[in-house]
């Protein structure tokens, strides 16, 4: 009977310690400096909370990018760990023949050090909300914050180390870039069909490049998107591009 009663109580510590286990590495920058052969693809990764997440690492040589996947994006609690750099992101977009493009992006050249890319998860603090924040969670990448992007000047982003700008008319705050899980599945806000196609928001599609193959994301890392600027700088969601399905954004670690 002893034995029997010492047996189960090994059983539910094993069963215990396996729901709870979870891979070694927290970051891609933790994998790409443990691996010796760094290919780019899915890996797991164990959160602060041991809820093992799936993401893509991209590895190249001595940096790389962390993509986190839609299902998984929920279980974080901040995307602070998983980069390094914060001065800019790579935005990759999904075409509905399957090719994937993609670019950097970050704050205007003069507003490097005085605003740097703020990233965040379902909140959009000192920014302006997005219009579908109720497809959360989301990412939200802000460029400018309300207090400076409030004000009748000239305003913008990069796209692949270009600046794009425009001078904001009517004090309307908005300077970022969303990505929406929209777990529902639900209809996008219908202000892209009213307004506001630009050049300006639709620069990181238009003028990203094609990404290689051995690089390409699965379909689960890609989410719908919004991009809002200004006062006259324009709008874009996935709505407005028939021939993209979806946005992933990318956050750089250097090894």
Same mark, same amino acid.
């Given at each position: ?11 539910? !510590? ?12 927290? !970051? ?56 390094? =750099? ?26 490097? =050090? ?35 992007? *409030?004000?009748?000047? *000239? ?33 996008? =806000? ?11 928001? !639709? ?53």
């Amino acid at each position: 009977m002893a034995f029997f009663i010492f047996f189960k109580l090994l059983l539910i !510590s094993t069963v215990a310690e396996l729901a709870y286990s979870c891979r070694p590495e927290s !970051s891609c920058q933790q994998i790409y400096k443990n691996s010796v052969a760094r290919v780019s693809g899915e890996y797991q990764l164990c959160t602060p909370t041991r809820i093992n997440i799936d993401v893509f690492c991209d590895f190249y040589d001595g940096y790389g990018y962390t993509y986190v996947s839609s299902e998984s994006l929920g279980v974080l609690q901040t995307l602070s760990g998983l980069y390094t =750099n914060k001065t800019n992101v790579v935005v990759r977009h999904r075409h509905t023949n399957g090719t994937q493009r993609g670019v950097e992006i970050a704050p205007l050249s003069e507003f490097t =050090n005085t605003y740097p890319l703020s990233v965040q998860l379902s909140h959009a603090d000192g920014f302006k909300t997005p219009l579908n924040a109720a497809m959360q969670p989301y990412i939200y990448i802000g460029f400018l914050p309300e207090s400076y992007a *409030k004000s009748t000047t *000239k305003q913008g982003y990069q796209v692949g180390g270009v600046d794009y700008t425009f001078t904001n008319c009517d004090s309307n705050p908005n300077s970022y870039l969303a990505l929406f899980t929209n777990p529902s599945n639900g209809p996008l =806000n219908d202000y892209y069909t009213r307004c506001c196609m630009s050049d300006l928001v !639709s620069a990181w599609i238009t003028k990203a490049t094609v990404t290689p193959l051995p690089h390409y994301l699965p379909k689960k890392y890609f989410y719908d998107f919004e991009m809002h600027m200004g006062g006259c700088g324009g709008y874009v969601s996935t709505g407005s591009f028939p021939t993209v399905t979806g946005a992933a954004v990318g956050f750089k670690f250097v090894a």
